[in-house]
């Protein structure tokens, strides 16, 4: 049994939306995660999915796509991005997909460590961050504090944090998000998302800060297989 982790695999399939006008190496990309996918993880395994599932705006368009996630292997943890417009209701996606879990306000449980997270947005001082982002900014920093908070108040020891926007801005400076994943004490790794293309994916924040472990899980970056965490 295994823990694995991709983020944006942007499914379109059900709004008839493709990935191919990013160029190489997008064209057929949904093809290429369910044949690396099934290729890669088992019944047994879990997968991370750090937002940007798929593209329909409302619930019901998601059907399609997700009966698609569903078909593949392994127990599926989602946490929303910000193309997830289909993702209104966390008692809603709950309700329709039972068997998947949904990583918003709480936490998952994995053997002996808690997956923590939350979506996560653009980070102050980054060069496209404004006045208007600080609201959002501050109400994810907050979300992920009670998802931490949850995790720990149930005893774990061990926590994998995952989000979908990377967790500083593009300079890398310490934000509200790093501080509260350090505060914790517990959090060993971060998983991330959103970045693509090659000039993004090179000012990817990676590797170990503070004791704490950043991997980005993007799907192209990941060549559309997922990562073997655990």
């Given at each position: 049994?295994?823990?694995?982790?991709?983020?944006?695999?942007?499914?379109?399939?059900?709004?008839?939306?493709?990935?191919?006008?990013?160029?190489?190496?997008?064209?057929?990309?949904?093809?290429?995660?369910?044949?690396?996918?099934?290729?890669?993880?088992?019944?047994?395994?879990?997968?991370?999915?750090?937002?940007?599932?798929?593209?329909?705006?409302?619930?019901?368009?998601?059907?399609t796509d997700m009966e698609i996630l569903q078909s593949l292997p392994g127990k599926k943890v989602l946490l929303e991005g910000n193309h997830d417009y289909w993702w209104d209701s966390q008692n809603k996606v709950t309700a329709a997909y039972p068997d998947m879990f949904f990583l918003k306000n709480n936490f998952y449980g994995y053997n002996e460590t808690?997956?923590?997270?939350?979506?996560?947005?653009?980070?102050?001082?980054?060069?496209?961050?404004?006045?208007?982002?600080?609201?959002?900014?501050?109400?994810?920093?907050?979300?992920?504090?009670?998802?931490?908070?949850?995790?720990?108040?149930?005893?774990?020891?061990?926590?994998?944090?995952?989000?979908?926007?990377?967790?500083?801005?593009?300079?890398?400076?310490?934000?509200?998000?790093?501080?509260?994943?350090?505060?914790?004490?517990?959090?060993?790794?971060?998983?991330?998302?959103?970045?693509?293309?090659?000039?993004?994916?090179?000012?990817?924040?990676?590797?170990?800060?503070?004791?704490?472990?950043?991997?980005?899980?993007?799907?192209?970056?990941?060549?559309?297989?997922?990562?073997?965490?655990?």
């Open positions: 049994m295994s823990l694995f982790a991709i983020a944006d695999i942007h499914f379109g399939k059900g709004v008839n939306k493709s990935m191919d006008i990013f160029g190489e190496p997008w064209v057929g990309h949904m093809d290429k995660i369910i044949k690396n996918w099934r290729d890669t993880v088992t019944d047994g395994d879990t997968v991370l999915i750090p937002g940007d599932i798929c593209w329909a705006k409302k619930l019901p368009e998601a059907k808690a997956v923590c997270g939350t979506r996560g947005w653009l980070c102050p001082n980054d060069t496209k961050f404004t006045q208007d982002d600080l609201k959002v900014y501050n109400r994810e920093c907050g979300r992920l504090k009670i998802s931490l908070d949850a995790a720990v108040k149930a005893g774990y020891e061990k926590i994998i944090v995952i989000m979908h926007y990377p967790p500083v801005n593009d300079r890398h400076e310490p934000s509200g998000f790093t501080d509260i994943i350090e505060s914790s004490g517990k959090t060993e790794r971060v998983l991330y998302g959103h970045l693509h293309g090659r000039e993004s994916i090179e000012g990817r924040l990676e590797g170990k800060v503070n004791g704490v472990e950043y991997t980005l899980v993007s799907a192209d970056h990941l060549d559309f297989r997922p990562l073997k965490i655990l």
